[in-house]
């Protein structure tokens, strides 16, 4: 397919950057806990119940060959452990080497992971400056897609939900890699800039810069503990805002049509 030497391409990841995914596991981890503690009678007694239990949520994670995909119900297993005292990563030890010793019936256990996957079904808040970037980089002719790790359906349930559907052009799931970022390159026209916007240093910027994509970082909110930091990846760009994105994007475009010119 021929260059266009006009086209500009911004790809841009789903979960906390378009939407706040992470509010969302954050309400349904506190009631998991909240379901647990009421179950086994012992409360936490630290003042960050957030911390608490996503303490343990990265200790299954660091374990489990689905990273933080792991079934639920090893955070219900492993939160009972920890509310009787057991430390986190003892916990998640303990749960993935299939402890029996629980307080919780199996049928706890199912009730409380069946809340917790409704709980994920809510849907999310868009994040700030999301609908205004948006539109400015349409009404401009730029090609959007949104490039995702998660499921596609439930991304385009959460884009027509908060009536995002009509900016982008197309929506690619798959494992965020250099390849990936090759493919969709070469499925777009091979366009004169590429853009990545993302909230994940090592999944959405890493990859992207490899193959010479420029990098708009947007952070999220809650970043994992064997996240790298930014000065070791080095994203083209931070913002706080996504509308901060379209002067990005049509600064470096008008920028290499003057030296070009």
């Known amino acids: 397919m021929a260059r266009d030497s006009e086209l500009v391409a911004v790809f841009i990841d789903a979960d906390n950057t378009l939407w706040d995914t992470d509010a969302v596991f954050a309400g349904a981890q506190l009631a998991l806990l909240r379901a647990v503690e009421s179950r086994v009678g012992i409360v936490t007694p630290q003042a960050d119940r957030l911390l608490f239990v996503r303490a343990i949520d990265q200790a299954l994670a660091e374990r489990h060959h689905a990273g933080l995909r792991y079934p ?105 890699t250099p390849d990936l970022y090759r493919r969709m390159l070469s499925l777009t026209g091979a366009p004169a800039r590429a853009f990545m916007i993302g909230d994940q240093l090592d999944r959405d910027i890493a990859p992207a810069k490899a193959v010479g994509l420029e990098t708009i970082y947007f952070p999220g909110g809650f970043q994992p503990r064997w996240a790298p930091d930014q000065a070791s990846i080095q994203p083209d760009h931070l913002i706080s805002s996504f509308d901060q994105v379209p002067a990005i994007v049509f600064d470096a475009v008008t920028s290499a049509a003057g030296a070009r010119g």
Request: aromatic fraction near 6%; hydrophobic fraction near 45%; charged fraction near 30%.
């Open 72 to 176: 639920p119900r090893l955070l219900v297993r492993a939160t009972e452990l920890a509310l009787r005292g057991v430390q986190a990563n003892d916990a998640a030890r303990a749960v993935w080497n299939g402890g029996k010793d629980y307080l919780l019936s199996d049928g706890d256990l199912a009730a409380i992971e069946e809340r917790f996957f409704g709980d994920l079904a809510k849907p999310p808040r868009i994040r700030q400056g999301v609908a205004e970037g948006l539109s400015q980089l349409k009404d401009s002719g730029c090609l959007l897609l949104i490039v995702t790790e998660g499921a596609k359906a439930k991304v385009e349930r959460n884009a027509d939900v908060l009536e995002l559907t009509r900016f982008f052009d197309r929506i690619i799931e798959g494992r965020k």
